[in-house]
């Protein structure tokens, strides 16, 4: 006695969907976590350079490197590092930052200033304030950081 075995080769059209529809969920649920994840990871990097472009400033000016003041000039989408007592936008020795994913806005320095420039021997200025560093499209997510009239710079 033979038994005739019907053998299934293959999925069936249902299976396909379903599974096709699953990775569809998952791609989906990914993709937004991706993208939130990448505008996290940008501000926390912005923040670190402008940061560190600050204590560069700060530490040119107490090393008097080049025997001058240097300072950080703040637009909306960049920040720039000069040296001089004022900043000059044609000066070819300033250091451009543009920003991608984020801007600075706004921009709240003593006497309504975008400059931070820092003083020779003391390291201290005379435009302490804040600059709220955020995410394009995403005020929510941002960083202020904090410019004491000491020179020092924090962020929260």
């Given at each position: 006695?033979?038994?005739?075995?019907?053998?299934?080769?293959?999925?069936?059209?249902?299976?396909?969907?379903?599974?096709?529809?699953?990775?569809?969920?998952?791609?989906?649920v990914?993709?937004?976590?991706?993208?939130e994840?990448?505008?996290?990871?940008?501000?926390?990097?912005?923040?670190?350079?402008?940061?560190?472009?600050?204590?560069?400033?700060?530490?040119?000016?107490?090393?008097?490197?080049?025997?001058?003041?240097?300072?950080?000039?703040?637009?909306?989408?960049?920040?720039?590092?000069f040296?001089?007592?004022?900043?000059?936008?044609?000066?070819?020795?300033?250091?451009?930052?543009?920003?991608?994913?984020?801007?600075?806005?706004?921009?709240?320095?003593?006497?309504?200033?975008?400059?931070?420039?820092?003083?020779?021997?003391?390291?201290?200025?005379?435009?302490?304030?804040?600059?709220?560093?955020?995410?394009?499209?995403?005020?929510?997510?941002?960083?202020?950081?904090?410019?004491?009239?000491?020179?020092?710079?924090?962020?929260?």
């Open positions: 006695m033979f038994l005739y075995k019907n053998k299934q080769q293959g999925f069936s059209f249902i299976e396909l969907i379903i599974v096709i529809a699953i990775i569809g969920i998952f791609a989906v990914g993709s937004g976590s991706w993208g994840y990448n505008k996290r990871k940008a501000l926390e990097t912005d923040v670190q350079s402008i940061l560190a472009t600050l204590e560069e400033a700060r530490s040119n000016t107490l090393q008097s490197v080049d025997s001058s003041k240097h300072g950080v000039h703040f637009e909306a989408s960049r920040f720039v590092l040296k001089g007592a004022s900043y000059n936008s044609s000066d070819p020795e300033n250091e451009i930052h543009d920003l991608q994913k984020t801007s600075l806005s706004p921009i709240a320095l003593s006497g309504g200033e975008s400059n931070v420039i820092f003083e020779r021997l003391s390291g201290k200025t005379n435009q302490p304030g804040t600059i709220t560093v955020s995410v394009i499209g995403n005020p929510a997510a941002s960083k202020v950081i904090t410019i004491y009239g000491t020179g020092i710079v924090e962020f929260r």
